[in-house]
């Protein structure tokens, strides 16, 4: 807490202010800031941060393009030198996972990750497997060993990239946690860190997987999204929501090696491998794979 306080009188010199620390990260130190009769959230990078993939001033543009677009709160400072990002606090509420599966809750999720990949190009990219395959390299040269499960996984994820094949590159945020997302009369989702041009269809199976939806859940989730659903966008998802706890496993596995935060990373790891194991032995999984080659076929030849 001195650091952060250290933090406030710099950012706001003779300005008289609270400092409360908020909850809930396990990569950052995030705190409720209030400076006369303005309040905001000061996020302060965790250890090596860096490791992960996570570019502040990536973050810092993210931030400012989702509020452009009405979806995230207005960022307001940043200091490069720092990693220090300052944002408005948004008085919003969580929503809960099954409220994420009412339709309208749906439909209004939807329209605010559509208007985040619709938007001008933001700096960064992000790519599913090429970050695990980082992540392992930097475990390794960190001296984290690397999980039994990792090469069979890798085996089935390169699967998936070429069953898929190049994908168009728009806006995404990575990350879409239920605490990333808050409802203050519109849905607005914070927490930019891992945001990068990337592939639409990671983040819908990253919010997927991450609201334990089902496949009739996946089936309201892409009408929301795109106004129908269409057989290759629905294998896409639930090929991706494997890929989404592959990248959250060697998450955990690279961030034991390397976080100074008290959390059990190992367990974390281990809950994604689990997780992502029980995806890859369904019954239904190897069917995706005939799925989208069928669709990537008809779209060939119209």
């Known amino acids: 807490m001195e650091g952060a306080r250290a933090a406030v009188e710099r950012l706001w010199p003779g300005r008289r202010a609270t400092v409360e620390e908020l909850g809930g990260g396990i990569t950052n130190r995030n705190y409720k800031v209030t400076v006369e009769n303005e309040v905001f959230v000061l996020r302060m990078g965790g250890a090596k941060t860096e490791l992960l993939g996570i570019d502040r001033a990536v973050e810092f543009a993210a931030g400012k393009r989702a509020f452009e677009v009405g979806v995230g709160p207005e960022v307001v400072h940043f200091e490069p030198a720092e990693g220090w990002l300052v944002s408005r606090f948004v008085a919003g509420r969580s929503i809960s996972l099954d409220e994420m599966r009412s339709p309208s809750t749906l439909t209004r999720v939807a329209f605010a990750m559509r208007a985040f990949h619709d938007a001008s190009p933001i700096p960064g990219g992000f790519n599913a497997l090429a970050t695990v395959d980082s992540y392992r390299a930097t475990a390794e040269a960190h001296g984290v060993a690397i999980p039994g499960e990792f090469g069979r996984a890798r085996a089935i994820a390169e699967r998936i990239r070429v069953a898929r094949g190049a994908q168009p590159?728009?806006?995404?945020?990575?990350?879409?946690?239920?605490?990333?997302?808050?409802?203050?009369?519109?849905?607005?989702?914070?927490?930019?860190?891992?945001?990068?041009?990337?592939?639409?269809?990671?983040?819908?199976?990253?919010?997927?997987?991450?609201?334990?939806?089902?496949?009739?859940?996946?089936?309201?989730?892409?009408h929301a999204?795109?106004?129908?659903?269409?057989?290759?966008?629905?294998?896409?998802?639930?090929?991706?929501?494997?890929?989404?706890?592959?990248?959250?496993?060697?998450?955990?596995?690279?961030q034991s090696g390397i976080s100074d935060?008290?959390?059990?990373?190992?367990?974390?790891?281990?809950?994604?491998?689990?997780?992502?194991?029980?995806?890859?032995?369904?019954p239904d999984f190897e069917r995706l794979f005939m799925v989208i080659e069928r669709a990537y076929g008809l779209d060939q030849k119209n």
């Open 169 to 222: 590159k728009v806006p995404c945020h990575n990350d879409l946690l239920n605490g990333n997302f808050l409802d203050d009369g519109s849905v607005r989702i914070v927490d930019w860190e891992y945001a990068g041009m990337g592939d639409r269809f990671f983040d819908l199976a990253n919010f997927s997987v991450n609201h334990e939806f089902g496949v009739v859940d996946d089936r309201g989730l892409l």
């Open 261 to 282: 935060l008290d959390f059990d990373f190992k367990g974390y790891a281990d809950k994604h491998f689990a997780r992502m194991e029980a995806t890859a032995a369904d």
């Open 225 to 254: 999204y795109f106004g129908r659903v269409r057989d290759g966008d629905l294998a896409s998802l639930r090929l991706m929501r494997f890929m989404s706890d592959f990248r959250e496993a060697m998450w955990g596995v690279l």
